[in-house]
């Protein structure tokens, strides 16, 4: 048996370890067939989490009794912005998506993931946590039950360009996914372009842009490391997800069965959180080919870790550009639930 088919083997049983969760069977559930659609169906949070909870654990769990079926939103051709309008509509029953698409519709969905308020796994699940009461009452008015929020792995930069530090970006053109990331851009010098993911690439080798923003196991998967030669190490942003069921349709189902999947809903997306720590670092070692890597393709990109002037410079413009210009769009109640949540939390206060 050859390495690199036993590396695949070890990272295949390390998702197997990071999906197994301690869950009971209940029996004595109604039959239930649920629709689902998931987040993007090409990423590890759908493949890993999502689709084997819909269509084996709860299965499982139920003795047979609840089912599922799932496709990812692309899978369906949507684009993700207008998903949770058609859960509110009753078109989705159960769906999926990144909370930054509906960012246009209502700047409180940008609420728990501003550019630099979260430099750590732990600091964003916090954020999130503390902000979710808000979320679930916001969305209760739109006819949306809100089943919990989970995450991507962090976001951060990718460069075809010699980068010892944040303040590098400086002077150059970067891919950014959303409009807070895109003032943090600009509040260091540089230049916002949106560019879709799957654009990236020949951009990056081409020069349309210096640097691009994604997932540290995201820009992996899709090779940046062939287009980049530096990958700095400090989370921008973790691109969350809503996960939310239509409420008229909720309210049909058995109490019995909404009891069930919500508790078992809640350990998936602990189980997500708990991942995209380890996913981010993972990125970080197969981009750079660390030893610590245990897929069989390595990177060779220059690993840059963020210094004490760095962390001190994203908090700076956090706290002066980020934060202000969010709550400028934001509503007054918006920004009054921000402080006494996330704020309070962080020990920042926005002002309207």
């Given at each position: 048996?050859?390495?690199?088919?036993?590396?695949?083997?070890?990272?295949?049983?390390?998702?197997?370890?990071?999906?197994?969760?301690?869950?009971?069977?209940?029996?004595?559930?109604?039959?239930?067939?649920?629709?689902?659609?998931?987040?993007?169906?090409?990423?590890?949070?759908?493949?890993?989490?999502?689709?084997?909870?819909?269509?084996?654990?709860?299965?499982?769990?139920?003795?047979?009794?609840?089912?599922?079926?799932?496709?990812?939103?692309?899978?369906?051709?949507?684009?993700?912005?207008?998903?949770?309008?058609?859960?509110?509509?009753?078109?989705?029953?159960?769906?999926?998506?990144?909370?930054?698409?509906?960012?246009?519709?209502?700047?409180?969905?940008?609420?728990?993931?501003?550019?630099?308020?979260?430099?750590?796994?732990?600091?964003?699940?916090?954020?999130?946590?503390?902000?979710?009461?808000?979320?679930?009452?916001?969305?209760?008015?739109?006819?949306?039950k809100v089943l919990g929020f989970s995450t991507y792995p962090g976001q951060v930069l990718f460069c075809n360009a010699n980068i010892t530090g944040l303040a590098d970006i400086k002077?150059?053109?970067?891919?950014t996914s959303s409009r807070t990331t895109a003032e943090f851009v600009q509040a260091l010098g540089g230049s916002a372009v949106t560019i879709p993911f799957g654009e990236v690439v020949p951009a990056l080798q081409n020069g349309v842009v210096d640097c691009a923003i994604t997932g540290s196991m995201s820009g992996y998967s899709a090779k940046w490391y062939e287009v980049s030669t530096h990958l700095y190490a400090l989370p921008i942003n973790w691109n969350q997800q809503i996960h939310a069921a239509n409420l008229d349709y909720w309210n049909k189902l058995d109490p019995k069965v909404q009891d069930f999947l919500q508790k078992n809903f809640t350990l998936m997306t602990d189980k997500i959180w708990e991942d995209a720590a380890a996913a981010t670092q993972q990125g970080y070692d197969c981009n750079t080919g660390a030893e610590a890597c245990n897929l069989p393709v390595k990177g060779k990109m220059v690993l840059v870790e963020p210094t004490a002037a760095d962390r001190e410079l994203l908090k700076k413009i956090t706290d002066d550009t980020v934060v202000p210009k969010w709550a400028a769009r934001c509503s007054a109640d918006c920004v009054k639930e921000w402080n006494a949540t996330v704020g309070k939390l962080l020990g920042i206060t926005a002002k309207k």
């Open positions: 048996m050859n390495k690199p088919f036993l590396s695949i083997l070890a990272a295949s049983a390390l998702l197997c370890g990071a999906n197994a969760v301690a869950q009971d069977k209940v029996a004595g559930l109604p039959e239930t067939h649920l629709q689902v659609v998931g987040g993007l169906s090409n990423l590890t949070a759908y493949q890993n989490f999502e689709q084997p909870f819909w269509l084996k654990t709860v299965p499982e769990l139920s003795e047979g009794k609840v089912t599922a079926t799932i496709k990812g939103f692309n899978e369906m051709g949507l684009k993700g912005p207008e998903i949770l309008r058609l859960i509110g509509q009753g078109v989705i029953p159960i769906g999926s998506a990144t909370l930054a698409y509906f960012a246009s519709d209502d700047p409180i969905n940008e609420a728990i993931d501003l550019a630099g308020i979260a430099p750590t796994a732990k600091i964003a699940r916090e954020v999130t946590d503390a902000f979710a009461p808000v979320y679930e009452k916001y969305y209760h008015k739109q006819n949306i002077g150059k053109k970067v891919r």
